[in-house]
């Protein structure tokens, strides 16, 4: 809400081993929030969640959360914002088979081969500027 995303274009924000299904909700409710302090803050370029949906706000995916959860948040908050994460070592994590799991979620045939690509690689590495 301070504007930090629209004076600094490069800048992203990523959260991780936070799970994943909060962020759709959060990302609403402090675009709605920010009517509440518009005085006190400068006016955005955009709202929170179409930050997400430009790919500038990441969040690592807990495996755990499972499938339809996954899908509700790529639904809503578009393919360029989840990343896969592993959730090594934690006791839930599915380790080492937690890639093949997720690969093979049915959700992935009605969302696509981009979205899985997407979600296994291609936002980590735009996360990180490795691509």
């Known amino acids: 809400l301070s504007g930090m995303l629209d004076r600094y274009p490069n800048l992203r924000f990523g959260a991780m081993e936070v799970g994943h299904g909060w962020l759709p909700n959060w990302l609403i409710r402090l675009g709605f929030n920010k009517s509440y302090v518009s005085g006190v803050t400068p006016d955005l370029k955009y709202t929170p969640i179409e930050y997400a949906q430009?790919?500038?706000?990441?969040?690592g995916c807990e495996p755990f959360e499972g499938p339809a959860m996954t899908k509700a948040v790529i639904e809503i908050l578009g393919e360029d914002c989840l990343m896969h994460q592993s959730d090594y070592p934690h006791g839930q994590a599915w380790f080492p088979e937690t890639a093949k799991e997720v690969m093979e979620w049915d959700i992935w045939e009605e969302l696509g081969k981009d979205a899985l690509k997407k979600h296994m690689y291609d936002n980590a590495a735009n996360f990180l500027r490795l691509s």
């Open 54 to 59: 430009m790919g500038r706000v990441a969040c």
